[in-house]
């Protein structure tokens, strides 16, 4: 991959591959380069069929603030649609989309703020580890913005429509240990321990089958939306099509041999 933002940086831990808003001056902030970068890496790792999970992290006092406002008020100077504010309102919802609709699990590791473009980072992942200090809030009331990453979306489906309504209406942060309450945060830790307990989760998925967890996330993404009978269907193809796996069959002897399975994500 060429041309990538160093705001970006990223490294591949055996089935998992981390990355990691790298501006802490801006409070790991976005910019366009930065969208740009984050979603030419997820592209690349689509196709990778070892992997198991994504980590995102952020880097000292923050996991992300937000979206970058200095980029935002330059964009708002005089400027059309096509290079103005509404330009990187629809990249980063663009971006957002690609990375929830990723076709394996991300865990989001949060330390620090998570606000705003932040919160709607983690609302877009699977899992949220976060630190016993994060705090995480919409914040766009404060401001006078809008959500433009679906926070209108996901964070009623994440927290229900009463706390995502408090959040979107107040702009005020919260403890992780409420969002844990809410159903938002995974797990909260020890602010240390952070990135070590996502790495565990990750080392944990690691052992699961790559070709397994594409099919469920899969699943999750879809059988929501659809009626029940429509999401049962579903579901049963998607077993009809991963029993003809090498996976599938592996798990089997697997179990069988009472012996861990050697999954090859085929």
């Known amino acids: 991959m060429t041309g990538l ?3 970006i940086a990223w490294e591949r831990r055996g089935k998992t591959v981390w990355i990691r808003l790298n501006k802490p001056k ?3 902030a976005l910019t366009i380069q930065m969208i740009n970068t984050f979603e030419q890496i997820l592209a690349e790792l689509e196709q990778d069929r070892m992997l ?6 952020g880097t000292e006092r923050a996991f992300s603030a937000g979206a970058d406002l200095k980029e935002l008020q330059l964009r708002s100077d005089g400027a059309g649609y096509e290079s103005g504010p509404n330009s990187f309102v629809d990249r980063l919802n663009t971006f957002l989309c690609r990375l929830e609709e990723f076709p394996l699990p991300v865990i989001a590791a949060v330390s620090g703020w998570a606000m705003a473009g932040g919160l709607e980072i983690v609302l877009a992942c699977d899992l949220v580890i976060a630190g016993e200090s994060a705090r995480f809030g919409d914040a766009h009331a404060n401001y006078g913005l809008l959500p433009g990453g679906g926070s209108s979306v996901r964070l009623p489906r994440k927290v229900g429509p009463m706390r995502a309504r408090e959040m979107m209406f107040t702009g005020d942060s919260y403890a992780a240990a409420d969002m844990k309450l809410a159903g938002l945060v995974t797990a909260v830790v020890n602010d240390s321990a ?5 790495g565990k989760l990750a080392d944990r998925l690691a052992l699961r089958s790559p070709a397994g967890l594409r099919r469920m996330k899969s699943l999750l993404l879809q059988t929501p939306e659809q009626p029940k009978a429509a ?6 193809l998607e077993w009809a099509l991963h029993a003809l796996s090498n996976d599938l069959r592996e798990g089997i002897s697997a ?6 399975p050697q999954f090859t994500g085929t």
């Open 194 to 198: 952070v990135e070590t307990e996502a």
């Open 231 to 236: 999401g049962l269907r579903m579901e049963q």
């Open 26 to 28: 801006s409070l790991n």
């Open 52 to 57: 198991c999970a994504v980590v995102v992290a």
């Open 255 to 260: 179990f069988r041999e009472k012996r861990t």
């Open 5 to 7: 933002d160093p705001a």
